[in-house]
Every structure is written in C-alpha cells, then in structure tokens.
C-alpha cells in the first residue's frame, strides 16, 4: 500500500565516510574490527536527515493546515449560532460551498497570482497551478515540483515561499486554507439576507483575484512585504482583507428587515449558543495552527511554542476584557461579546504574535477585547448590520493587530521568533503597518464595492423580503434545519 | 513521569568513531583538540537519528489514526442529524459501543485474521493478539514486539505490515480506527428501526471475522494485493466493505414505517441539519487522516502532500457536482445531497489518491457527486431504504473509486507517491480491479446475509411495530435526546 | 514570513569532522575527491539533528496539547448537554472564563510554584512566570529559558521538568491544559446553582495555589514524587484535585432544588444528548493528547503508542461495563451512564497506563466503568447532588486509578514505558499509592472547603430560589440558549 523512505543515494559522501572510517581502522589492526556497517549506518543516517527534516517539517504545516481548514466547523457554528434558526441551512451550506469554491479557485489561479514570481502588484509566473503541476509527459514540470529532491523546476516559479523546504503541495494546502478562511469571514456579515449564488460567485472573485493580490504584496515578493511591512500570520493579509470585503457587501446589502426600526435597534437573538460556543472553541484551536503554523516549518521548535502561547493569552485577555466590558455597559457577561472578545484578541495578536514579548501579547488582546465592544456598539448607531460581529473582530482587530505590531514592535523578539526583523523603532514601524492597512482598505474594500455593485445591478444580492421573512431555508434550499421543532418554533 | 530518549548502545559504533576521529587527531598533533565530546555527540545523533525516524512516523501515524478516530463523531453526527429526533440517543449509543466491540475484536482476533502472516486467504500466525502481546515472563514475545528495537519476534509473525518501522502498537491503532469505521457505517444504514443487540453482534461479527478476512487479501498478504489489485486507502477494504454489509443488512430489515406507501415515497426529515453539518466537517477532517496517514510514515512528506491535497479536491468537486446534480433534478441546491456529495467525493478517492493526477483526482470526486445522487433516486426507486445514504457514499463511490483506479491508472504517481506501481496499462489495471471488486462483492455481501438471516430468524434483528413508532430512544434506552424540547415535537 | 532553521554553529564539531573526513583522503591521494562538502554537510546535519529532535518532541507535545486543550470543549459539551437548556449559556460561559482564568493564574503563579525549584512542598524559584520570562534588557532571563541552546537560566529554576528538552513555552503550555482541565472538573459537579462570581473566584485559587501545591509533590520534585509514588498521566494530579475540590464545593452548596424531596430522588434529565456524546467523543479524543503526550517527547515511539492504545482499551471496557451494569440494574443500556463509563474508564487508566500490562488496562477499565454506576447510585443515597457525575468519574475513578497502578505494577512496563521504575513490589507500590492518596485527599479537600467556606459567608455561593427556577441563563447573564425553541420549552 505504502512504503518506507525512498533511498536518496548520495555515493559521493559514503566513500568519503568509507575512506575516512575504514582507513584508521588499518592503520590500527590489532583492534577490533567494527561489528555494524558503519558506512551503511551513516549514510542511511544522512539521506535519513534530509528526508527526516523534509518528513517532520511537512507533518507540522500540514497538522497546523488541517486545523486551519477545522476552522470552517467553527465559522459554520458560530455563524449559524449567531442567526436565527430558519436561515441555519443556508448559513451551513455556503459554509460547504464556499470551500469547494476557494479550492477551485485558488487551485486553478489564485495560488499563482499571490506567489508566483513576477512584478511587485502580482504574481506572473506559474499562474495556472492546473497547468503547472500536472502537465506534459510523465507528468511534467509540476510533478517535479512535488519531489523536493528536484525542485529546479519550481524554484524559478515560486520563490517568495521557497525560505521553506517543504513540498510544494504543503505550501498550497496550507495557504488554501488560509484563502478559504478570507472568504469565510464575508459570509458571517452577509447572513440572513444574501443570495446564495450571488455569495458564491462573490467568493470566487474573492479568492481567485481580489484576496491573492494583496496577498502577493505582503507575502508573495510584493512591494509591502519587502518596505518593511510586517504580518506574521495574517491580521491584514487575512482578516481585514475578508472584514473589508465585508463591510463593502453589506454597505450594498442593508440591514435585516426588523433590525433597525424608527431610529431603534432591536436586536436579533441567535438561535443556538451550544453551536456558537462550540464553534468558538473550534476558532480557537484553529489558531494554534493559524499562528504557529505560519512558522511554516518545524526548524525552530522554541518559535513555534512560543506563538502557541502568546496566541492563547491574547484570546484569554481578549474574552476577559469583552466581558467585563460588557458586563459595565449592558449590566450582565453577555456570551456573545465574550465569545467575539476572545475572537478579537485571537485576529489581533495574529500579525504581531511574533514580534512581541509576552505581556505585550497579553495587552494587545486585552485592547482588542474592549475595542469589540465599542466597535459592536458604533456599528449599530451607524445602523451597519452585521449579524455575527464580523466587522468587530476581523476587520476592527485585524487593523489594531496590525498596528499593534509596530506599537510593540521588540527587534529580539523579530529576530528570534520571526526571524524577520526590519531594524526599524517602534514609531517607524507603526508607520510602515499604518501605511500597509491604509493601502490594503483602499484596494480591497473598492475592489469588493466594484464586485458587489456589478451582482446587484445585474443577478440582485439580496432575497426577497418574503423569502428573508420565512427564512432562506425553505427559500433558497427547500430544507429546515431542524423539523421536528421547528414548525412549532415559526 | 517521564523522560527523554532511552541510551541505545551501539558500543561497536562508537568504537569504530572514536577511532576515526581521534588517529587523525594523533598524526596532527599540534592542531587543537576537539573541544567537544566528538565520539559522544556523533553516538547520540546515530543513536538519535534511529530513535527520530521512528519517533517521527510514530507521531505522524498516531496523529492521523486520532483523525480517523474522530471520525466515529461524524458519523455519529452525521447518522443522528439525518434521522429523526426520536432515535438519536440509539444512534448516539450504538456508535459507542460499535467502536468498543470493535476495539475488543480486533484485539482478540481481528487483528491477526488481517495481518497475521498465513495463507492467501487469512492470517493464521499472531492470530490472538492478547497473547501474543501480554504473555509469558518478563512479558513475554509480544512485548518484546512493542520495542522497535528488538523485532525479531514479530517480524515472523506480521510481516505483511513490517514495511513500515513503526511500533506494532502503533499498526494495531491505525487499522483498528479502520475497522472501526467499517463497522460504523452499517449503523447508519440499519436506523431507526434495529435492535440494539442484534446490531451489536453483528458488529462483532464483521470486526473479528468478515472485514479482516477480506482485508487480508488485499492488504495483508493475500491473493488480491499480489495480483496487483490496488486500493491505497480502503475504497473496497473499508468503504465498500461497510456498504456490502450495510445492503445485505436493509435488505432483510425492510424500510422503516412510512417510507413507501402505495409506491410512493414519502421522505422522512432528519432532525438536526446542524449536527449533520457539522459531522460531515469532522469526516472530511478525518479523511486527511485516513488518506495521507495511509502512508504509514513520514518518510515522503511528498506523498503525504500530495494525498492530502487530491483528497480535499475530490471532496470538493463531489460537493458542488452533487449540490447541481440535485440543483438541476430537483430544483434546489440540497444540503443532504451536499454534504454525501462530500463524502461521496472523498470515499471515491480514498482508494486511488496515490494512483492518479490531481486532475484525474477532480474528475473522480466529480463524477462521484453526480454518481450519489444518481444512487440515492435509484434506492428510493427499488424501495431500499437508507436513511444516511450510506449505499450511495460507502458501496457506490468505493466501488466507482476502486474502479477508478484503473481508469485513472497513472503509472508515474503509482511509482511516487504509492510506490507501489504495477505497470500494468489503464486497461489490465482496470480488469484487475474488477475482479477484485466482484470477489469482495460476492464474499461480503453473502457472509454478512448468512450473519443477518442467523439473527433475524433467532434474536430478531427489528424493533416492534410499536417501538418503532414510538421512537427507539425510549424503547432501547429509555432516554430522550431533547427532554426540554421533545414532548413537544413529537 | 519565517524562516528555515537557525544555524547552530558547532566550529569545534566541523573542525575536528574535517581532519576525520581529509586526512584519510590525503593519505590516498589517487583516490577520487568528494564531490559533496561532507564537512558542510556532516555539521548541517549535527545542528540539524539537535533541531530536529527538539522540533519533533516540541511538534508532539503542542500538538498533544492542542488535544488537552480541545477537552474544554468536551467538558463544555458534556455538562451542558448533562444539564437543562435554562442553564446552557452558563455552563458555556463558565468553561470560557474559567480557562481564561486558569491560563492567567498558571501564568502568574501557579506554574513557578509546581515546577520551580524548592523544597518538598512547593516551588521558591522562577515562582512569577511573567518576571521571569519577560524582563529586563534584551528580554532578559526568561527570554534566554525560550532558547533551547542558551538554557542555563531556567535549568537552575525548573529542574523537576528539565528531563525533556523541548522549549520552555512548550512545557508551560502542555501544564497549562492540564491545570485548566482540574478547574473544569469543578464546574460540572456546581452546575445548574453557582454564582458565576464566586465561581471564577475559587477557579482562579485552585489554578494558582491549590492544584499546583500537590502538584509539585508529585512532577514538580516534591515528597510524593521521591517517595515512589506514581502516577503517569494525572489520575491523582489532575482528576482527583478537581474532583475533591468539586466534592467540597457541592457540600457546601447542597443539591438543586426538586432534586431530593421527602427521601426520593428526582432524575433531573438533561437536556441535549447529542451535545453530551460529542462532548464525551471529544474527551476521550483529548485523551489521546493526555495520556501519550505525558511522555513529552517523541524520543520513544514505542512508549507513546503503548499508552495511546491501552487508554482506548480501558475507555472501551469501561464503557461496555457500565452499560452493562446499568442495563442489568436498571433494566435498558442508559447513554449517560455509558458516556460515563467511558470516562471512568478514561480516568482510572491515566495513572496507570505506563506502569501496567495491556490486559490489566483492560480490567482497569471493566472495575471503572462498573465502579462508576455503584457511585452514581451512592451519591444518591447520600443526597449528594452531581449533576454530571463528575465525583464518580473524577474522583472515584481518579483513585481507583491510582490505586490500580499499584495493584496491578509491572515492573518491566514500568521500565520500558515510564522509564520511571521504583522497583518496588505490588504490595509495597500500592502502599505507596494509598498515602499519596490520603494526603493529596485530606489537602486538597481542607484547602477548598477553606475556600468556599469563606466564599459562601462573604459573597455567597448559590443564587436565589427564583434564579434557580429561572434558569441561570437569564438570571447570570441575560442571554437564552435557544431563544427559538425555548420560550415553549420552559
């Protein structure tokens, strides 16, 4: 079914280890003669360690990508939590879709785009990863590509991501789910109103175009990442640019019908805090392969474990400090804000989780906590409806997680975690992070407006107001989410 | 509690290293002396590095049998969510208890029956794995066997399985899991209308005997795998097993009450859309775990990559072929036929993730999407009730994917990423796994009818009329799932 | 973003490898040159090996405690579900909070006194993480302690914990989940009647103070320790310290209202039994995680597999005997009393797992799981209200447990799995066991009676009658569970 390693033969060096171990050993006869093939044993040893670090750094980012990609259980949840029971279907639906949409399209372009070699706005080489990788005859240029023993192919292709040795299609994994998540996040904002095939088509925009090039700036060789700009797991690569895409969509789309009535708000009660709590903690356990993940190898074991940690105490500083906010201002510890608290402090510390000492991680959650709450707050007076928090916790927290990274910049800490130190002071590189979010909120919240305003004028995004009323279970999917309750329910 | 590695001893080594690092030392003499402890370091490192590949592969295989583990809650959620509320804490029991008698069977006799060495059709050495790993003075043959270090006792015994070097009890984890899931899929199909106990036998029955028996030939040892039928994951060995016993199991249980009146079919709901969701994730997880981790080392963290992304690709082209199947048929994107689109994507390309081009990956998840939903019309057709759709998902798509092998026959992947190629052509491979799929067909389905016709005509394998009726939580368990919510619902 | 890994530097190493590699080849000069640089890549692969040893032990033990840590939603899910819906959103929030709580109080506190350097009975050096870790120029000391090459700080501060050499944050974090694991034992046994308040209060003493204190006696160099008790994964540790704190607090606060009337007992059904078996999947899941990552460190794949498999063992035996034990006296196979059972099971073999055969793990579990009804049926009796059954799984079975690993020692597991022997006879070992359980007994359940004595005349412990009645959802924290389903279900 399967095998064991594959020998790597490296001849050279065992008849140097040959000569080097077999040639003392006359000089001195009367020893002993060795009783294991020495030769034999070092040279399994060091194609072994060549293998065994390939081996152990791609197990590392494909578990953390496997969490990441869990991440989609905990956004179904929370989302669906927060909404009311008869639009749960379609919430879990685009939750499916949407995946199986990104997957598409960042298979067939987006991956290319975002960091394939080419100019400082986006990536012009190996754009169509189809064509790449499984192509020509015995398979072609691509299927090189996936032996990191003859990466020649690629490394003319891909080279901002080739500081990690691992396969090509574990760098792809791991950063697919990290796309997915983008356009996860729009999904929550959009809730209980939006057309199904509008959102797909929307998120196929999203992650085959709009969210690789900026991602290319940042991660992919482009012109932000290399002026010093700094996000180490994707407080902005990720989080603002979904909340930004957000916002946009539902600037076009409107509040629910009943939310905001003569002035007043009335709020709109999920259905199931079993689902947004479990949902929550899914998110949670995410992040330790969001964050730690992005070390993108297992060659720094210390780095790993410690954006473990910090990530962990942010989101605790994050749930605390939401719920004792919300506890002065509404009179009670509201789960909803302590759930999207410890959801802020998780997108804030994402950016700066690496270049920040401990306590620095545990105030930047603590901020992020209390700034949901205002944020929540602010969206309503401006009637911004948005039925999970999704502009609370990822766009809000994605900018002050970006900021923050410059605010508590630690040039030790870059150097030793991040490994990706600028050398700049705390006001210079807050500088260069307020220049990178202003950058990326133009681009990508026009971007989106411009994606949005063209379905609205011509497939329309938003259900019928009979349809929103009943529920777009029943409407777009002709299911309900749970039967033998709900009749009664309605 | 614990510790670091153990000293391995390799004194012969270390003699043979001393001497090649101290004479040339000596012919030098005025050069400065090591000021590390050469010999030392380099007897840790091979010492280490032994340790480390075996270390690692452990983890990676430990880590991805917990995956498949954690699939037994999808299928847990995914069963009760498509059945009624009234038999959730049945289903919710039932795969409790399947995954203990499954645990107790294949330690007993499961395991050797599978890969014990023995003849083309079943084990016959290290058949009772209680003794031949808990016996005997200083414990005995089979502890000897958990130390990698000392194999010479079971490398007689399961040689099938010695390919990979990990610890035997971390072979038995990983194909336990497996059983595990065969069994587990027969639950599904059986709902809402079994007795308990009947089930519970059965499951004994098929664990300890009928899947082990199958399995060894085609991947212990037998007739099937040395005639070059290939399945790298178990679309035939665990899926359509399941399916075939799952079929002959409905077959003599007949369709729940309501089903099909007059020869009409009246749908039966399931309960809770969100459970259902939510497992199908936890499945899909746990694939990445069944696929890649069938790998059984880390070896080539190529092929680990490469399986782990033409897995998710397949899941997600069966997902949205499926969803437009039913868009098409029935007028509305189905989030049933959503989510065992999924699946159906994903049991398909369990067998040949490491035979074919990713392109070839997506076409096999699409056509098995549209396959499902095809399948599941026909069983409603036939008047073959299955509530989950489990012939659908596990016995149409295992054997579409099993056969897909051959269609897809790539023999550069075969030779990479399994490395396990035939070199046989698309068509001979294609014959070959014919075969193969009717063998096991004849053998499964027939054995499991023999088992289910012995209960039903001596325990009784349905619930009363009146059970069935009132719901079986009651009946078999004397809870409720919902006690809050239920006297209403029902 | 990241980079590849950090070069070591071993000058002295590759000096000396480069007299053995080109001495040799002088001496036969017409012998054909290397055509690698074996010196460069004899010294990557030194640095490279240590690298990699402590990336895979690091990789293993976060990734064992991602698993921990997963058990907060297993615990969440498990008491909720256990529980009526009225009282769902604050048993959610409770598991929330009370991690935030637990890392927080770790953080500052408890982690130096359990693992720092002291005397016998609690740690004196390194006590406030948060000084240690992130002070001074540069970062100081405890910055150094991340940096697994420059470690002489910390190892003259945790020596109890310095047997693995994974980073210092990896080790805080393992201990971490285990310390908030102990606090969520607690909230099950007070549910449906404590104040959230004073709640929070006792969990943030028992994380800081209490649990760390008998901890140190045990793993962090204290008196029991050295004494020979055992206990390999936290039966006593973990489960019986949150199980005695739990018992005191449901002394303190007397059983739910309706629940014992005129000498009867009334069941109070829970409400959601879906949520209480995939909270008891993700538990045993997490077990994975506890029980095998207690080895810190992947140095011996043997001794991780043994553990994993002989903990699904004795889960699977005492699910099946409790299931069986409640059918016989009960009449029907009641799910909580299954999903119990494979939790007693669970507890009882933590500390005994590296210690005792397979076949004693087995029976380990059997005695839980029917262990674990008898104690159900007891607290009863005694008018002790549990609602999830926390004191029979945690503490009866985290005795049973530790008692077990006397009863049924093995001194040849205990070598080679432990590694940690003490030589000592079945009569002589659980002597040994039977002290640390009464003095970690009598300790514990002084200091938290203490505790909630003085919590219980200040602010109280127990909300009004009418709260109670309510349900604490509203009551706590304004909020429903199932604000769609509820208003009909109360």
Redesign the interface.
């Known amino acids: 079914?399967?095998?064991?390693?594959?020998s790597t033969g490296?001849p050279?060096?065992s008849?140097?280890?040959f000569?080097?171990?077999?040639?003392?050993?006359l000089?001195?006869a009367d020893?002993?003669p060795?009783?294991?093939d020495?030769t034999k044993?070092?040279d399994d040893?060091?194609g072994?360690?060549s293998?065994?670090?390939?081996?152990?750094?791609?197990?590392?980012v494909?578990?953390a990508?496997?969490?990441v990609?869990?991440m989609?259980?905990g956004f179904?949840?929370v989302e669906?939590g927060f909404n009311?029971?008869?639009n749960?279907?379609n919430i879990?639906?685009k939750?499916?879709?949407v995946?199986?949409?990104a997957?598409?399209s960042f298979?067939i372009i987006g991956w290319g785009l975002m960091f394939g070699d080419g100019n400082a706005f986006f990536g012009t080489q190996g754009l169509f990863f189809?064509s790449g990788?499984?192509n020509s005859p015995?398979?072609g240029a691509g299927?090189e590509a996936?032996?990191?023993f003859s990466t020649a192919v690629y490394e003319g292709v891909y080279n901002s991501i080739n500081?990690?040795?691992?396969?090509?299609?574990?760098k792809?994994?791991f950063q697919?789910v990290f796309a997915g998540t983008a356009a996860t996040i729009v999904s929550g904002a959009v809730a209980e109103r939006i057309k199904?095939t509008s959102f797909l088509i929307f998120s196929f925009i999203l992650v085959a175009v709009i969210y690789p090039i900026s991602g290319h700036w940042i991660?992919g060789g482009g012109f932000l990442g290399s002026n010093n700009f700094r996000?180490?797991?994707g407080s902005t690569v990720v989080h603002s640019v979904g909340g930004w895409a957000a916002l946009a969509g539902i600037l076009f789309l409107g509040p629910r019908l009943g939310k905001y009535i003569d002035g007043k708000v009335f709020p709109i009660?999920?259905?199931?805090?079993?689902?947004a709590?479990?949902g929550?903690?899914?998110l949670w356990?995410g992040w330790?392969g969001f964050n730690?993940g992005?070390?993108?190898?297992?060659?720094?074991?210390?780095?790993?474990?410690?954006v473990?940690?910090i990530t962990?105490?942010a989101a605790?500083?994050g749930?605390?400090t939401a719920?004792i906010t919300a506890w002065i201002l509404?009179?009670?510890?509201?789960?909803?804000m302590?759930?999207n608290g410890?959801l802020a402090g998780l997108v804030a510390i994402t950016a700066p989780c690496?270049f920040v000492?401990?306590?620095s991680g545990a105030i930047i959650g603590a901020i992020g906590g209390v700034l949901v709450v205002f944020l929540t707050l602010l969206l309503d007076k401006l009637k911004i409806d948005d039925p999970v928090g999704a502009i609370p916790v990822h766009l809000g927290n994605g900018i002050w997680g970006t900021l923050a990274l410059g605010l508590f910049y630690?040039n030790?800490?870059a150097t030793?975690v991040?490994?990706?130190p600028t050398g700049l002071g705390m006001l210079d590189q807050t500088l260069v992070q307020l220049k990178g979010i202003a950058v990326v909120a133009v681009y990508v919240f026009a971007a989106s407006a411009i994606v949005w305003a063209i379905l609205k004028f011509t497939l329309g995004i938003r259900v019928s107001k009979e349809e929103e009323i009943e529920g777009l279970d029943i409407g777009?999917?002709?299911?309900?989410?749970?039967?033998?309750?709900?009749a009664?329910?309605?």
Not at 51 to 58: E, K
Not at 163 to 170: E, M, N
Not at 299 to 305: L, N, R, V
């Open positions: 079914m399967k095998r064991w390693i594959k490296r050279a060096l008849a140097v280890l000569f080097c171990l077999a040639v003392p050993g000089l001195l020893e002993p060795a009783t294991v020495v044993v070092l040893l060091t072994g360690a293998a065994l670090r390939i081996g152990l750094d791609t197990v590392w494909l578990i990508g496997i969490l990609f869990w989609n259980a179904a949840l669906s009311r029971s008869k749960t279907v879990l639906a939750n499916f879709v995946f199986g949409i997957t598409l298979w189809v990788a499984d015995a398979l299927y996936m032996n990191p500081w990690t040795p691992i396969p090509l299609w574990a792809f994994f697919l199904f991660w996000d180490f797991a009660q999920g259905h199931n805090m079993t689902s709590s479990l929550a903690i899914i356990m330790f730690p992005s070390t993108m190898s297992a060659g720094d074991g210390s780095a790993i474990a410690y473990m940690v962990n105490i605790m500083t749930a605390i719920m509404v009179g009670k510890p509201d789960i909803g302590l759930i410890l690496a000492t401990m306590t630690n030790d800490i030793t991040a490994a990706l777009e999917h002709g299911n309900e989410a749970y039967p033998d309750f709900q009664r329910a309605r």
